[in-house]
């Protein structure tokens, strides 16, 4: 069974920065995928950001230029850097790994951005 950690959530500013980590834990047989979900009160869970094996990077229309996921130092990790954060970013965010067409999820690290 996979575990899944996120970290580096927070409050910010508008304009002001995050990165978010994800690490996982457990027995990965194949990962297809890595990246990160969120959802906003009231609001269905929508896909952010995925790294994908042997493809590029799949973004949200509302992100791409201002976010980027990439793999991280550990095995199974993956990063969020979010750039030029607005209130519209306010959700929580899920990270969720892709192994052999199994999805694992964390339990999500909360982002605020103040106007």
């Known amino acids: 069974q996979v575990q899944l950690l996120e970290s580096g959530g927070g409050s910010v500013q508008t304009g002001e920065s995050l990165r978010l980590s994800c690490v996982a834990s457990?027995?990965?047989?194949?990962?297809?995928?890595m990246g990160w979900y969120r959802q906003a009160p009231g609001q269905q869970r929508e896909l952010v950001a995925i790294?994908?094996?042997?493809?590029?990077?799949r973004y949200a229309e509302s992100v791409r230029g201002r976010f980027t996921v990439s793999r991280g130092s550990a095995q199974y990790s993956v990063y969020l850097q979010m750039n030029s954060l607005t209130p519209e970013d306010t959700a929580v965010y899920y990270c969720?790994?892709?192994?052999?067409?199994?999805?694992?999820w964390g339990r999500g690290t909360q982002v605020t951005v103040s106007p």
């Open positions: 969720t790994l892709d192994d052999a067409g199994h999805a694992s």
């Open positions: 790294w994908r094996r042997d493809t590029s990077p």
């Open positions: 457990g027995s990965v047989f194949f990962m297809n995928s």
